[in-house]
C-alpha cells in the first residue's frame, strides 16, 4: 500500500524516534508497504518518520544506480533500530541531497565518507558494521530522520538563508511533486 509521505513542518520530522520490540505488530507489512510508497516517489531511502510513525525503521534501494555503481544492483534493505554509533569525520565529502519529506529542495552537504552502524535487519539479525561510500551517505541522511533531522539542519548558515522561502513554501503547503503526501498545512 502506498503511503502519504509527511512533508517538512509535520511535527512527526522533528521527534527522536523510538526503537520497536522484536515482535512489533505488523512490522513485514509496514516494511512492505515502505519499499512501495518509496518506489512509487522514485527515492533510494525512506525512513519510518516520514510516513508518520516516530519508530527506527528505514527501507533502502539501491538497485537504480547500478549503471554507476554495479555493487549495488539488487540492493534492497531494511534497517531496525538503526543507530549510527560512529563516524570516521576524518574524510568527508560534498554532495548534493533532495529528500522525499522535502520536495524541491536539494543542497550540497557535508558527511563522513565512513560510518559504524547497529541495527536488526528483516529476519531481526543483528549487525554492527563499517559502512561507506554512497550507501554510507544514505544511510546517513535517512537515519538523521530517526534523531529527528532533515537534510537543511546540516548545511551552511547562507544556503539556509537561500532556501528559507522553499522551506516556508512547505511548511505551509504550497508545493507540487507527484506522489502522495500529508503536509503540514494546505
Known sequence: MILPIYTYGQAVLRQVAEDIPTDYPGLGELID???????HAEGVGLAAPQIGLPIRVVVISLDVLKDDFPEYAGFRHAYINAHIVEADTSDTEVITEGCLSLPGVSEPVRRPKRIRVKYLDEQLQPHD??????????????????????????IT??????????????????????????????
Not at 33 to 39: F, G, H
Not at 134 to 154: I, K, N, P, S, W
Not at 165 to 180: D, E, Q, S, W
Request: include cysteine; charge should be positive; aromatic fraction near 12%.
Open 157 to 186: 548558515a547562507l544556503r539556509k538563508q537561500l532556501v528559507g522561502k522553499k522551506l516556508t513554501a512547505l511548511t505551509k503547503g504550497r508545493f507540487a511533486c507527484n506522489y502522495k503526501v500529508k503536509p503540514a498545512r494546505r
Open 33 to 39: 508497504n515502505m519499499y512501495e510508497t518509496m518506489d
Open 129 to 154: 558494521e563499517w559502512v561507506e561510500g554512497y550507501l554510507a551517505r544514505v544511510m546517513q541522511h535517512e537515519f538523521d530522520h530517526l534523531e529527528g533531522h532533515v537534510f537543511t539542519d546540516r
